[in-house]
């Protein structure tokens, strides 16, 4: 199984996750011809794509998904608020109500050999969800744009082999930063981002042995770093209540604006 982060960030996420036979896509916030470029870098075509997950309506996550829908008739996976609200979103253009397929959290759906397990997230959303999708014994997380995490996240996640989890601000950054109040408030809140400190916080209660790859997700592009991003969740996971140490873990960050070299799960 691959797991490709084609662009991430509050500007646009599009994630690929595959095996040999079928080739999915998280969310499709780039135009269509990003995201086309992308898959191509991975030997892929948008007539390979055999569906989207949807994780929520924001447009930094639906703003391609008109385009690839109608052009290559994919399937669209979201749930029922999620599907609503893409129905009512001008931005993305008509889509043909045939495409779509609703899904509902912890109850799993099969797309060829790829198992997915949705999953509840907070997030200011219709309704929100982060995915898991197994091929076999391979288990990779996607879960961003969640304002906390709880006793139920921490579970869904326990297992993976690979991770792309949210990193999305520096919480100083965000406070003396140029968003107005009501904003900084929103990213801060239970149904905003989680910060550098959190993701890691997070991490440190899921890592486990097998755990391969550790990718830092959306953040955001005012109000955090890469390095920031990188160090903050390294130091946690290093002072952590766990025996881990950061070097124990592969850990990058995922690029913006272009697509972040390739998962192999082993």
């Not at 992308?38 to 994780?55: A, C, K, Q």
């Amino acid at each position: 199984m691959r797991l490709c982060s084609i662009a991430s960030g509050s500007s646009g996420n599009c994630i690929y996750v595959g095996s040999q036979a079928t080739h999915l896509l998280v969310d499709v916030g780039i135009s269509g011809k990003r995201t086309e470029q992308g898959l191509n870098s991975l030997g892929v075509t948008g007539r390979d794509l055999d569906g989207i997950l949807i994780t929520h309506e924001h447009a930094d996550h639906i703003s391609g998904l008109g385009v690839m829908a109608r052009k290559y008739e994919i399937p669209i996976y979201a749930t029922r608020g999620t599907i609503a609200a893409i129905q009512k979103s001008s931005s993305v253009g008509k889509i043909e109500d045939s495409l779509f397929h609703e899904i509902h959290e912890d109850e799993k759906l099969v797309i060829k050999d790829l198992t997915v397990n949705p999953m509840k997230i907070s997030h200011d959303a219709a309704q929100p969800v982060a995915y898991r999708i197994g091929y076999g014994n391979q288990r990779i997380g996607i879960c961003t744009d969640l304002g906390v995490y709880n006793d139920y996240t921490v579970e869904c996640l326990k297992g993976m082999d690979a991770l792309l989890i949210e990193a999305n601000h520096d919480v100083n950054m965000l406070q003396v930063g140029p968003y107005p109040y009501p904003l900084k408030q929103r990213i801060l809140g239970e149904k905003g981002h989680l910060s550098n400190e959190n993701s890691g916080k997070l991490l440190s209660r899921i890592l486990h042995d097998k755990l391969q790859t550790i990718i830092l997700g959306h953040l955001s592009k005012d109000n955090n770093l890469p390095e920031l991003a990188y160090e903050a969740v390294r130091m946690e996971i290093t002072m952590g209540d766990n025996p881990y140490n950061a070097n124990d873990f592969e850990l990058m960050v995922a690029k913006r604006s272009e697509v972040s070299p390739v998962v192999h799960i082993a």
